[in-house]
């Protein structure tokens, strides 16, 4: 089993120690934009649950992501017009996982975007911030 760091980068958007640009959030789960975005839309969804992979999560935490990866995942589909959404979920460094607090890409998009390189390129904040509000416009 993996140790929590409660230093991790999103356990401090958790805390509200840095910024994101927030797409929903309810009391297990949070969803906001990826600052390093795979596709225009790229959003993340993690549980308010302290764990690192998958395996140390809960299944009641697990099954709260999993309706709010719908929501956001349809909210896509509506508001930025998505045909197609592809979710990602890393677990361990083995995998390739940078961010040691269990997350859910909901990537608007197809397969073929997951080959461009992961976690890359820093997004525009105001061109996030105008997808946001689309996604949120339909949430
Ligand atoms: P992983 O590689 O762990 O599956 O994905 C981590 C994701 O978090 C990456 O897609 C990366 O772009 C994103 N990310 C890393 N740091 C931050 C941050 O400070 N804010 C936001 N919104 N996303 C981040």
Redesign the pocket.
């Known amino acids: 089993m993996s140790s929590y760091d409660p230093q991790n980068?999103f356990a401090k958007?958790l805390r509200g120690e840095?910024p994101?640009?927030k797409l929903h959030e309810d009391e297990h789960t949070l969803a906001?934009?990826?600052?390093?975005p795979q596709t225009e839309g790229h959003a993340?969804v993690i549980p308010k649950e302290p764990a690192v992979t998958l395996f140390e999560l809960s299944d009641a935490a697990a099954a709260a992501c999993m309706a709010t990866v719908r929501k956001i995942g349809n909210a896509q589909k509506k508001g930025l017009g998505a045909d197609g959404v592809v979710l990602?979920q890393?677990n361990g460094p083995g995998a390739?996982?940078?961010?040691p607090h269990f997350?859910i890409?909901v990537i608007p998009g197809s397969l073929a975007d997951l080959r461009k390189p992961?976690?890359t390129h820093m997004a525009d904040t105001a061109h996030l911030k105008t997808l946001a509000e689309k996604i949120i416009a339909a949430l």
């Open positions: 980068i958007i840095i994101c640009i906001f934009m990826d600052i390093m993340l990602m890393l390739g996982q940078t961010v997350h890409h992961h976690a």
